[in-house]
């Protein structure tokens, strides 16, 4: 396929393993590093008018790509991360690009005393991706401090969106998967900047101590229903440590599949699998991913 109009760069045939944290995924047929906005909405262009699908990435760390790989366009939002900070009336408004880093934004926000987002210092995506999945830790999430979003659909319209209008929710924002979040705006409140680097040293080492944070993986696997951690109720099921091949549920951590080096998707698809049956029939609970597969038959 020929691309014209997009600047960024675009590779093909590419791993996925080495785009996503479980480490794990065949190829995609196309990744694709859009500069800017028209860029991106060009690569959409390009990719719907040759009629292949298309996924935005982040940085990869709350999806599984399948063996087979990704026949499509990766459209990784990297490139497009501006930060820009303004003092209103009601406090300090951080405008910041979809494929920024979440958590050198919060670093940015700690160097100028700015709180509300701390508490989730320590997710390792992009702002897109977290606003995206209405990411959260800590009895925080990213969309308490959200103003508002800018996205671009499918067909190229660029619209700005309060968070008044986003279905938000535990972790869904209610986004469709060809809206690409561009800009994201936070209100922030001024803080005394010991107590802003304590939240983020305290969840930082809760992390440590909790997660297995030594392996790849993709994070919690599955979502925290009827008020119970999944991860309990993946103990409760006698699952944790169980694996198949080098995919484990973190004997740490059970939410967490580890890849311990040569884990194959089709692995970590297989527990997931395990973890969905034995919970429903040993205790009646119907478990539902957090992370996203991508190009699995069924
Ligand atoms: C060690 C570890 C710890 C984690 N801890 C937490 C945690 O505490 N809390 C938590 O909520 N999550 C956690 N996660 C999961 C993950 O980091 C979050 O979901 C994160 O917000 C995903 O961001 P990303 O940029 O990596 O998104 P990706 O994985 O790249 O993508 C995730 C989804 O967002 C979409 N997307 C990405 N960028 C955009 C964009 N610009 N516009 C629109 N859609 C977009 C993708 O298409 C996909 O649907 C953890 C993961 C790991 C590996």
Redesign the pocket.
């Known amino acids: 396929m020929k691309w014209t109009g997009v600047r960024g760069q675009i590779l093909t045939e590419v791993s996925m393993k080495r785009y996503?944290?479980?480490r794990v995924g065949g190829k995609a047929r196309y990744l694709v590093y859009p500069e800017d906005q028209t860029d991106l909405t060009n690569a959409v262009r390009m990719a719907k008018e040759h009629g292949i699908a298309y996924?935005?990435?982040?940085?990869?760390?709350?999806?599984i790509v399948s063996d087979q790989g990704f026949d499509g366009v990766v459209i990784?939002?990297r490139k497009?991360a501006g930060l820009r900070f303004s003092r209103t009336t009601h406090g300090v408004r951080a405008r910041v690009g979809?494929?920024g880093s979440?958590k050198g934004l919060i670093k940015e926000c700690a160097k100028r005393g700015l709180s509300g987002i701390e508490k989730?210092f320590?997710?390792?995506?992009?702002?897109?991706?977290?606003?995206?999945?209405?990411?959260?830790?800590?009895g925080s999430?990213?969309s308490d401090h959200l103003m508002e979003i800018t996205?671009v659909d499918e067909s190229g319209v660029s619209r700005t969106v309060g968070r008044g209008d986003l279905s938000l929710g535990y972790?869904t924002s209610g986004?469709s998967?060809s809206?690409?979040?561009?800009w994201a705006e936070f209100l922030l409140k001024e803080k005394d900047l010991e107590s802003i680097k304590g939240d983020m040293a305290y969840v930082w080492g809760e992390?440590i101590n909790k997660?297995?944070?030594e392996w790849?993986?993709?994070?919690?696997v599955f979502k925290n229903k009827n008020g119970q951690p999944a991860w309990q109720t993946i103990d409760a099921a006698g699952l944790r440590g169980f694996r198949f091949g080098d995919a484990c549920l973190s004997p740490k951590h059970p939410n967490?599949i580890v890849n311990l080096g040569h884990a194959s998707a089709l692995d970590v698809k297989r527990l997931i699998e395990k973890v969905k049956k034995e919970v429903y029939e040993k205790l009646g609970t119907v478990m539902e991913e957090?992370?996203?597969l991508w190009g699995f038959n069924g």
Do not use: Q, W, Y
């Open positions: 996503t944290s479980m996924r935005f990435l982040g940085n990869g760390t709350n999806v990784r939002t497009m979809g494929g979440l989730l320590g997710i390792p995506g992009t702002v897109g991706g977290a606003v995206k999945m209405n990411a959260g830790s800590f999430v990213i996205t972790r986004l998967a809206d690409c979040v561009t992390r997660h297995p944070m790849p993986s993709a994070g919690s967490f957090e992370v996203e």
